[in-house]
């Protein structure tokens, strides 16, 4: 009998998109799984039913997720859907659990085999499942969208009978993903574009696209960047250093788009209010990494607050915002990753703990928490038992440590070996 794969629509009101197309639906039925579809799951996303079940899937309810041998989803399923999960089912996500230990250790208890998929490294064979690219891509094409949207002038130079316009000034700060696709963006839409990053790597990058290059680029520079091309975090004389060069620069520009990420840490502060207060007055500030706490003061999640006549735009999501190119491939890059979860003879799910992508992603199996960056999540908030004096709670969120000192549990492994660290978003 084929097992059963569930695609739901996600309860959060903020998340557009969806863990499967009417592409990768084939595909899964193709591997051998029947596919059920929530009803509306891909509404917000512009994927009708009726595209699903054209597909082959059979559009179902919430409660069919009881059947389900896998979910393929897009965030962390809440508590109350947890509780219709059975056991041993495989979750495939971005579970986001940095920070999040009391939430790893819920998926742990639930007995479900859950893999995040922003742990997927950046190797060659994972680039194709890689959704941090594919969603931090779509974001910085979206934020230099929501700048012109905010800004209220041209960004193109135009030579016009009544005058010259100037092009507006874009300045980048972080080229990952994010920051090269806006880079992309904002040459194609005539501005004139300069970008900073800790990274040596991206210099070459950033003027390829037609950008000039800004950093201190001085010894602590040309070492600044991980194994796994993630940024690693600055020292204090280097973050003052730099904060010097882009104070001048950045009271010139009229649009900055802020994208620096440091993996399980708050999102550096790269700007504050006393470099933008020397903006001239309707300029923009776009904070791609708000939801970490926001690399520029004032930035505020979810809104668009105006400063000394600067407008700072927060908006969550960003990917998101653009749901259903965000979703098309999204749902590619779990495919992918499935397909090497699956016995192509049995057409079932066959795990191979060995597998370098099963060891960076895999968080809980058998009802442990396996992945060694969340040993702490094994003993987040424990159940509470009688005593003769209150205790107070763990904080919900307390950041992950892996030098902790703690007591941890044993050594929770997967049946054949524990995974490595790995690194999150950049």
Known sequence: MAQTLFIPKEIDTNEPRVGGSAETVKKLIGLGFTVIVETGAGTASRIPDREFEAAGATIGKAADVKGADVVLKVRRPATAELKSYKQGAVIIAMLDPYGNDAAVKELADAGVTAFTMEFMPRITRAQ????????????GYQAVVDAAEEYDRALPMMMTAAGTVPAAKVFIMGVGVAGLQAIATARRLGAVVTA??????????????GAKFLAVEDEEFKAAETAGGYAKEMSKEYQAKQAALVNDHIAKQDIVITTALIPGRPAPRLVTREMYSRMRPGSVIIDLAVERGGNVEGAVAGKIVEVDGIKIVGHLNVAGRIAAT????YAKNLVAFFETLVDK???????????????????????????????????????????AKKVAPAAKDAPVKAEAKKAAPKKATTPKAAPKKTEGEA
């Not at 965000?326 to 491939?329: F, G």
């Open 326 to 329: 965000a979703s098309q491939l």
């Open 345 to 387: 003879d049995s057409k079932s799910v066959k795990i191979n703990f060995d597998d370098e992508l099963v060891k960076a992603t895999v968080l809980t199996h058998g009802g442990k928490v396996v992945h060694p960056n969340f040993a702490n999540a094994a003993v987040a908030a424990p159940a509470a038992k009688p005593a």
């Open 196 to 209: 900073t990053d800790v990274r040596p790597a991206v210099k070459e990058q950033v003027a390829s696209l």
């Open 128 to 139: 194709v499942m890689d959704v941090l690219s594919s969603q931090a891509n779509l974001a």
